[in-house]
């Protein structure tokens, strides 16, 4: 656990005030439509909030489970009515696009979203979407293998480096 003491209490409090301030003065600065705009359709070509689109149902469900674990008899009316009442409340999810097209708006410029846009909307951009996550996972597979074939590779020239520097001969590979 890393403790601070003295300047660096002193530092780490200064840069979390530091940040606070720059938070409420970044809050403070109206952002224009026009990049409001901008940040929407980066937004929709990224597809960045595709996978929120799942939050009201999880909870609809998790709630669905708890409620018919207390009432098992009521299954079907507890099921008929949560499904009712999030209906209702999916409107909502404009407010966290909103959030979101505000958050990427403080993020970046007008200039860097309408080129985001631009590329992710290109057929190149829509491929690196759909296989990009694909090529990480394969990448970090060869990662793996490499780095288990370094590591391997290391410890045994470095073994044989220490034996010769103090004059010994190598030990018998173990079974």
Known sequence: MVKFSGLG????????AGGLFMGFSAEAQEISAEHI??????ITALGATDRLDSILPNISDRLKAQLIQAYPNLDDKISETVDAEAL???PRRGD???????VYAKAF??????????FYTSEAGK???????IAIRELMKAADIWTAGV???LEKQANEAMLKEVGATPAAPKP
């Open 88 to 90: 209702k409340l999916a």
């Open 9 to 16: 209490r002193f530092a780490s409090v200064t840069v979390i």
């Open 127 to 133: 491929k690196l979407l759909k296989d990009g996550p």
């Open 151 to 153: 590591a391997r590779d």
């Open 109 to 118: 410029t007008i200039e860097e979203l309408n080129t985001m846009t631009t």
């Open 96 to 102: 966290l696009e909103r959030e979101a097209a505000l």
């Open 37 to 42: 705009q901008a940040a929407r359709a980066a």
